[in-house]
């Protein structure tokens, strides 16, 4: 707290409040230098990030996209103007299934727009190797994978643009923020433009923008907790940890993590052999003042704005699946009781 209000204290004194301030230059560098990439951009949140990515890419038609992901997935999408066209999940990552992507493509398909799920990295290769083949671009939400790497480069310097997002429900966050990272000098410029209005100078205009920024308060909050990101990280993985072994005998499922990945431990989320065991258990927690949440169900396309989908796996999962509480301040006393709570419904049948 008291580093915080040091940053606000100097915030006051510039009377500098927003529109591309100190703490937001230094919070992008800090952000690179931390992550080890280049080319990222702070924006108000992680939706209007995806926004700007498709407005960027000029995208047209048809994005192949997951239907297991958080809504702003699908409705960045829709708000562009293009069509989302669903497919599958792998079962055992819970990411966008590769081998049903090629089918999904058509002369309308202009992208392909994965979702890292719970910072689980998709099959990047494969993913590349497609949009190769049939010269599609390609966007990343990794909104749950800051610090993610696959084969020790970041997560985010995978596809034609990577998106982040920074809300206070998240393992680093600016209260509200958001990101976008991309190897592309070009359509990092084209983007830092969009952000702001399409302003080039106080009176000039570079083309369309919107607003996308985000302020030095934001910042403020980012520079602290990005400080404290390793005991975080490190704690989290501890408590996870713990409860795979707290856990270890009653056969829940959890997503398949590639070996060649350093995971972030943002989310702790377990499949139950049935709806009906799930929803025991969470009525079992919520007497206990324990909210774990259903985290993501349902499937996107039972949204009322798009097609639905044949896609078996995910609407099995979706049904399922449960994120227990995960948090740098929760003690192993209190897993030890989600886990007995959890462990009593199966005592009881």
């Known amino acids: 707290m008291s580093e915080y209000q040091e940053y606000l204290e100097g915030i006051w004194k510039r009377q500098w409040l927003t529109n591309n301030g100190p703490l937001v230059n230094e919070l992008e560098l800090k952000v690179s230098d931390y992550l080890n990439v280049n080319n990222f951009l702070f924006m108000s949140n992680g939706t209007i990030a995806l926004q700007i990515a498709i407005k960027a890419l000029g ?20 708000w562009e103007g293009c069509k989302p066209i669903f497919v599958d999940i792998d079962p055992k990552t819970l990411n966008i299934d590769p081998k049903k992507i090629e089918e999904a493509i058509s002369e309308n398909t202009s992208a392909i727009l994965a979702t890292h799920v719970y ?33 020790k480069k970041s997560i985010f310097c995978f596809g034609d643009i990577s998106t982040v997002s920074f809300h206070a429900t998240k393992l680093f966050h600016t209260i509200e923020g958001g990101g976008v990272f991309s190897c592309s000098s070009e359509l990092i410029q084209t983007m830092a433009y969009q952000r702001n209005f399409g302003h080039d100078g ?32 490190a704690k989290r993985k501890e408590l996870s940890e713990y409860y795979d072994n707290r856990l270890a005998d009653l056969g829940l499922q959890k997503p398949q993590i590639n070996n060649q990945t350093e995971y972030n ?66 003690s192993f006393e209190e897993v030890d009781l989600i886990c007995r709570l959890i462990k009593s419904v199966w005592d009881n049948g």
Do not use: W
């Not at 083949?133 to 390609?138: A, D, E, G, M, N």
């Not at 907790?225 to 990280?233: A, F």
């Not at 499949?271 to 799930?278: A, H």
């Not at 985290?295 to 704005?305: I, R």
């Open 202 to 233: 106080p009176e000039a205009f570079q083309g369309l923008g919107i607003n996308g920024k985000n302020s030095e308060f934001h910042a403020a909050m980012g520079l602290v907790i990005l400080k404290k990101m390793d005991s975080i990280v």
């Open 59 to 78: 995208l047209k038609g048809e994005i192949i996209t997951t239907p297991f992901s958080y809504v702003a997935t699908t409705s960045s999408i829709v």
């Open 119 to 151: 910072g689980n990295p998709c099959d990047v290769e494969a993913i590349q190797k497609l949009a190769t083949k049939y010269k599609l671009k390609v966007i990343y939400d990794g909104a749950h994978a800051f610090g993610v790497t696959f084969k």
């Open 265 to 330: 431990y943002g989310y702790y989320p377990v499949i139950f052999s049935s709806e009906e065991q799930m929803l025991r258990c969470i009525k079992k927690l919520n007497r206990s003042e324990i909210f774990p949440r259903r985290y993501f169900h349902p499937s996107l396309d039972q949204l009322p704005y798009v097609d639905k989908a044949e896609i078996p796996n995910t609407e099995s999962i979706s049904r399922r699946i449960l994120c227990l509480p995960l948090y740098y301040e929760l």
